[in-house]
């Protein structure tokens, strides 16, 4: 069977988004063909959509927060059926023998496959990725929902629940944004006591309505400043995409305290090395998670009320998206819709 959808595709560096009408043949093997029903729009999306990298072959269909249904699958897919309610994410499959695979670190594996650069993104109606890429959307989450915890959400969640943060622990997110606003609501869910830390003084409300017990206005105060004065905290989450607040967020450590950096530029990070070793810090990346952590996520979104703060688009208006969310605009996270004609 042999049917045709539309993607949205670059076609040369820099160029624009644009509409474009390409094949989607059956799946073979250990591959699913899903149905888009809900697509977002990440930071990362904006480099895929430059489509500058070295070795790009065009036409490049970003998008790596697809929800949809699955609509056939390969001859030797087991466990899944045409009707299942699917999401994929960033992790979009893996070799599933090297060292890390093996070990069920996957997101490192050195083959990892990453839709919208690997193969076609989800920016279309229909996608066809490995199996290993699809986590299962639970009942009583919406497919507009559903679609950003395949990278915002299972990032956030897995970089605050991964940390081994004391039980009521002091969790600080530096930034509200898609990132943020969500690393809040995980934060506050899993019991700590949550600080929220963003430019102005016109979040407070949001963030304290998304858990959070404390906000530091980042232009009224230093951040880790404030954060000493509350006492330190055990865990910062860093989801802005800058890296020049995170010396002075060191400060805002306590004792055996972790950053984890979540959000970043093409900066550096410089720690002073005394601070570091005389308080025990311990300053890490993290990436995403596997398809499993994205279905705990949602799992876990579904039991305890968390829910991205969405803005829909129409699919063909992709393009428009990119430049919404290069101009910081969206609150929170863009998702578009592929059945909006518009």
């Excluded at 802005?240 to 967020?249: F, G, K, Q, R, W």
């Excluded at 998670?289 to 688009?313: D, H, K």
């Amino acid at each position: 069977m042999s049917d045709s959808a539309v993607a949205m595709v670059v076609t040369e560096p820099r160029g624009p988004v644009h509409p474009a009408v390409t094949g989607t043949a059956s799946p073979s093997g250990d591959q699913v063909r899903v149905s888009v029903v809900a697509s977002g729009v990440c930071n990362a999306d904006l480099g895929t959509a430059a489509a500058t990298g070295a070795g790009t072959s065009f036409p490049v269909t970003p998008g790596h927060e697809v929800a949809g249904v699955i609509a056939e699958i390969g001859d030797r897919v087991r466990g899944w059926a045409v009707g299942d309610r699917v999401a994929v994410g960033w992790f979009g499959g893996s070799c599933g023998h090297c060292a890390f695979c093996r070990a069920g670190d996957v997101v490192h594996c050195p083959e990892r496959k990453v839709p919208g650069l690997s193969y076609p993104g989800g920016w279309a109606q229909s996608i066809t990725v490995p199996a290993d890429a699809l986590a299962r959307i639970p009942d009583g989450l919406d497919l507009f929902d559903a679609a950003p915890f395949g990278c915002a959400g299972v990032t956030t969640f897995n970089a605050v629940r991964r940390a081994g943060t004391r039980a009521g622990g002091r969790v600080a997110v530096f930034g509200l944004g898609g990132l943020g606003h969500l690393a809040v609501q995980f934060a506050a869910k899993l019991g700590h006591e949550t600080v929220a830390i963003a430019r102005g003084g016109d979040r407070e409300k949001l963030a304290r309505e998304l858990g959070a017990h404390h906000y530091i206005d980042g232009d009224a105060h230093a951040p880790g400043a404030a954060l000493k004065e509350l006492g330190g905290a055990d865990l910062i989450v860093c989801t802005a995409s800058a890296t020049a607040p995170v010396d002075e967020l060191l400060t805002g450590l306590s004792v055996h305290g972790r950053l984890t950096l979540v959000g970043v530029d093409a900066g550096s990070v410089t720690v002073p090395a005394a601070r570091l070793v005389m308080n025990g810090h311990t300053v890490t990346g993290h990436l995403t998670g596997s398809a499993l952590e994205t279905e705990e996520t949602m799992r876990f979104a579904v039991a305890n009320g968390v829910r991205p703060m969405i803005e829909r688009m129409p699919l063909r208006q992709a393009g428009d998206a990119v430049h919404r969310l290069r101009s910081g605009a969206p609150r929170f996270r863009i998702v578009l819709d592929p059945a909006d004609g518009a």
